[in-house]
């Protein structure tokens, strides 16, 4: 199974176009003169280019490996994700794009600092920086190594070429450029997709019997009530679990929250977070139609026992080698669709490793920092990050399976995560010779394949266990689907608990701003003492002047804020902050 020349050109393409748009938005318009413009594309973005760049960023090259190899294996209940994704999507569009955009700020992590301390800001930077440092060199050397194992495509000249492709047009073209890039590459994602699905469908009759023999063979599954969080798969771990994952991936993570801030009024950011709810289902429906076209064909036309893949996340690109083999230029459109998932994540990646980095450890220790030199900063900063994945794919190949992974609340949150983690790596290998856990998040090693952190949705491929786990094992054996769920949960009582014991933040600390408009509502909905209790201490906010939001509403704009300027869009809703000390008219919460 080899590539042909045609190919190896379409491979190229997708490099050579990335890089000539990286190139474009480095020589137009402003050059990536200031910073705004190189880490916020100038807040000029329109909701559609945004909406796909979210989608990019989400859909990594390893869960285009991983759903359909899901599907092949376990059938299609893995497609009840999908109904997390309403709540996912809703929820950020309405809690936390108004808080994060009216803010106007460029870290995810300024907000901390607002709401909390500057200690509190620091430690949630460290640690953002340390998981997508890892995150992005397995992200980089993963799909490479499988792609190595099935074609011979030469393995690191595959990971050097995108590195170097992807440090290029960031460097260059700032987030305009990884923006329009993601537009590009989700086109060639999709495009790969549906090709594969549909040369595929009509190899084994047709899509109407792909579906009819997927279900005689029981892979078509029902809803799975089973309240258990220990099995891997149900429809509660799925959709209620799921939303935590989105809250974690659409709502805090710096990466899409940055795209948000592009744009170039609330209501564009908003609309682009409704945008990407019909394109997520799209693209979680053609990796579970691809998992069940896999599935038919095998049956009909198996692997011989050579050809048979030692790790399940070479099923995929084993099916896409041989149903389009005799069809050049589709087995190279196929892989440009996984590096594409590759690239949109790891420019993600450096885009906001560099915005972090520079407006959280660095503009605070130079507050007098010129703009051009801000600029060339971040620009060395974003080259310097793209080396260190290079780096981190090097690392990524000597390492197994890599774990997954309020200051008293972020390191309660961390210490969970790394528990549950090294509990289940501790116990996968001790049963290393036996079958491991159902619910390992551990992908099996090809050489030395490493595994993706819990922010990748590739699902666990490992089979079902043999024996029940019994006293801690139980808690190791956590589906993967609650662990944001778990660690955010862990996060806000820990949080709260030392909030109780500490005493509550004075009112007169309080920015009315970094409160969302919806909590107020949610509280005034309960008994007056729980009010006062979950306020800390603090003002009442059923009783608070201008309650939910009705501050200064003759003039339609909160306190501490001053009106937009033409600049900041339509309908008054790009706030911006006033250059005085705000005016806390409003005392929310206090916790």
Not at 172 to 195: N, R
Not at 417 to 428: C, E, K, M, N, R
Not at 526 to 553: M, Y
Request: with cysteine.
């Amino acid at each position: 199974m080899e590539f042909t020349a045609i190919d190896y050109s379409i491979f190229a393409l997708l490099l050579v176009l990335s890089s000539a748009i990286g190139l474009f938005y480095a020589l137009s318009g402003d050059r990536q003169r200031t910073v705004q413009e190189f880490l916020l594309a100038n807040r000029d973005m329109g909701c559609l280019p945004v909406a796909l760049s979210l989608l990019a960023s989400f859909q990594s090259a390893v869960a285009i490996l991983g759903v359909p190899a899901e599907i092949f294996r376990f059938g299609t209940e893995y497609w009840f994700l999908g109904c997390s994704y309403f709540l996912g999507l809703l929820i950020p569009a309405h809690i936390f794009i108004p808080v994060f955009y009216r803010l106007r700020i460029t870290s995810t992590y300024e907000y901390l600092e607002l709401r909390f301390n500057k200690t509190v800001r620091v430690l949630g930077t460290v640690t953002f920086i340390f998981q997508m440092v890892i995150y992005m060199g397995v992200v980089l050397y993963a799909p490479a190594l499988a792609l190595n194992a099935v074609t011979g495509f030469d393995l690191w000249s595959a990971v050097l070429t995108m590195g170097l492709v992807c440090t290029l047009y960031t460097t260059l073209g700032g987030l305009k450029a990884v923006i329009w890039t993601d537009v590009f590459q989700t086109l060639v994602m999709l495009a790969g997709q549906v090709a594969v699905i549909v040369v595929g469908a009509w190899r084994v009759g047709g899509m109407a019997r792909v579906w009819r023999v997927a279900e005689q063979q029981g892979k078509i599954a029902g809803i799975d009530l089973d309240p258990n969080p220990l099995e891997r798969h149900t429809f509660w771990s799925l959709s209620v679990g799921g939303v935590f994952m989105m809250l974690s991936l659409y709502g805090v993570n710096q990466a899409q929250v940055q795209r948000y801030l592009c744009a170039r009024s609330e209501r564009q950011a908003k609309l682009s977070c409704y945008a990407v709810f019909p394109c997520q289902q799209i693209v979680l429906c053609l990796s579970c139609l691809t998992g069940l076209v896999m599935f038919v064909y095998n049956l009909e036309h198996p692997l011989a026992p050579s050809q048979r893949p030692a790790s399940p996340d070479q099923l995929v690109l084993f099916f896409v080698m041989d149903v389009l083999q005799d069809l050049p230029g589709l087995p190279g459109l196929f892989v440009a669709c996984l590096f594409s998932g590759a690239l949109s994540t790891i420019s993600s990646a450096f885009n906001s490793l560099a915005t972090v980095t520079m407006e959280d450890l660095v503009r605070p220790h130079f507050p007098g920092l010129s703009e051009s030199r801000a600029t060339l900063l971040s620009k060395l900063l974003a080259l310097g990050y793209g080396l260190l994945c290079l780096g981190m794919a090097y690392v990524s190949s000597m390492l197994g399976p890599v774990l997954q992974g309020a200051v008293v609340g972020l390191l309660a949150g961390l210490a969970m995560a790394f528990w549950i983690g090294i509990g289940s790596f501790l116990q996968s290998t001790a049963g290393a010779k036996g079958v491991p856990p159902a619910n390992s998040t551990a992908l099996p090693t090809v050489g030395n394949l490493s595994t993706v952190l819990a922010t990748t949705l590739l699902p666990p491929t490992t089979p079902a266990p043999a024996p029940s786990p019994t006293g801690l094992q139980r808690f190791y054996s956590l589906s993967y689907m609650w662990y944001s769920a778990h660690n955010s949960t862990t996060v806000i009582l820990v949080g709260v608990l030392v909030s109780l014991l500490t005493g509550p933040t004075p009112a007169a600390a309080l920015d009315p701003r970094t409160i969302s408009p919806v909590l107020p509502w949610l509280l005034c909905c309960l008994p007056p003492k729980i009010r006062h209790w979950l306020c800390c201490g603090g003002s009442d906010p059923a009783q608070a002047p201008g309650h939910a939001g009705t501050a200064e509403k003759s003039h339609g704009v909160p306190n501490g804020l001053s009106p937009p300027g033409p600049e900041q869009g339509d309908e008054g809703q790009g706030y911006v902050r006033s250059a005085g000390p705000p005016i806390y008219a409003v005392q929310e919460t206090s916790f």
